[in-house]
């Protein structure tokens, strides 16, 4: 593929049964955006419900046909957005509408696994809606947890519905599992499309701080907002790794949390991917997912890196210039233990 062509975004959408998906991709297709949208919508069991409950619209809906998306991410998922590759001149936009009990990271994987899938697509967003009425049935499941820990949007819906300090016990809820994401409140998934669609928050790294301020949630991949994307990326399913010190988590914290740091200098590259890969082989399972930039010694452009369990991502990004070097990564996750990570980062630095 023409490595000057432009990627198409992608907003997967995610949230319980209930939580407002459908409706807010009513408005989505409906409001006079100018966008020609593809929208992927699958819900559980055998009736589409969200195909009765969408009005009548001039954009094309791509069907995913038996059981939940994440069950199927291997077969239709990657038909049907090689079908759209096919098709790529009836759209300029793709909408993922998953189903209420969908783990997110299948689908996030599909984007990094495939080479083609990669190259004609870009994850611009994960936004998760939860019903602020009714989350406190739902926030013990693992499902709830990782979708809310994987959105880069949070929208908290049905506001109306609750008074202010039950909103305000909700969104206390929510970050301690995604303390970087962006939250909105909305009453029945009413919400600008500037909040929507074009968010490149996926990259975005704008909200990882200094190291002692990310140490509790965190909310999603992201890429860098100046990523120059290339041919020279790489992909990686972390099987085989040499197993180096043991830096792996440990069980300090059994539920969904993140870490973030943000330290000066530049690594060296040997030593970041033997511990980076040693992290995931040991550890893939509980580390939902990672996204970060790099300074790496003796390149001079930035290296984004992507991780959801054990598949990883290394893109090129823009030079540094006289910009100062850092690496910048945040890790999302079960049982994180911040300073084995934080070590383990130190040792990587020249």
């Given at each position: ?5 432009k ?17 807010l ?136 519905l ?50 002692h ?24 399913h ?96 079960k049982?994180?233990?911040?300073d ?11």
């Amino acid at each position: 593929m023409n490595m000057q062509i432009k990627r198409i975004p992608v907003t997967i959408l995610t949230g319980f049964l209930g939580s407002g998906k459908t409706t807010l991709l009513n408005r989505v297709l409906q409001e006079a955006h100018g966008k020609r949208i593809a929208v992927i919508e699958n819900e559980f069991g055998e009736v589409s419900i969200d195909d009765a409950l969408l009005q009548e619209t001039t954009q094309p809906i791509m069907k995913v046909s038996n059981g939940c998306l994440c069950c199927t991410v291997n077969g239709d998922l990657v038909k049907t957005l090689e079908d759209l590759i096919k098709r790529r001149s009836e759209y300029d936009y793709v909408v993922i509408e998953t189903t209420g009990v969908a783990n997110p990271a299948p689908v996030v994987q599909t984007f990094l696994i495939n080479e083609d899938i990669n190259d004609a697509f870009e994850i611009d967003a994960v936004i998760t809606l939860v019903d602020a009425k009714h989350l406190e049935l739902h926030i013990e499941s693992k499902e709830c947890k990782e979708q809310i820990a994987f959105a880069d949007v949070v929208i908290l819906n049905k506001v109306d519905l609750v008074d202010s300090a039950e909103i305000a016990e909700v969104e206390d809820k929510i970050r301690v599992l995604n303390k970087h994401a962006t939250i909105y409140k909305t009453e029945r998934s009413a919400l600008g499309l500037d909040s929507v669609l074009d968010q490149k928050a996926f990259s975005d790294l704008s909200s990882v701080t200094e190291e002692h301020e990310c140490n509790h949630a965190v909310g999603g991949c992201e890429h860098d907002h100046d990523h120059d994307h290339a041919h020279d990326h790489d992909h990686n399913h972390a099987h085989d790794h040499d197993h180096a010190n043991h830096l792996h988590v440990h069980n300090h914290d059994e539920d969904v949390q993140s870490v973030g740091f943000e330290l000066a200098g530049s690594v060296d590259s040997g030593r970041f991917n033997k511990w980076f890969g040693e992290l995931i082989r040991i550890d893939g399972d509980n580390l939902y997912r990672c996204k970060g930039i790099l300074s790496v010694e003796g390149k001079t452009d930035r290296v984004i890196v992507q991780a959801v369990h054990r598949v990883t991502e290394t893109t090129k990004g823009v030079a540094w210039g006289d910009d100062k070097r850092i690496l910048k990564l945040v890790f999302i996750g079960k049982n994180l233990n911040r300073d084995a990570l934080l070590t383990g980062l130190k040792n990587c630095l020249v």
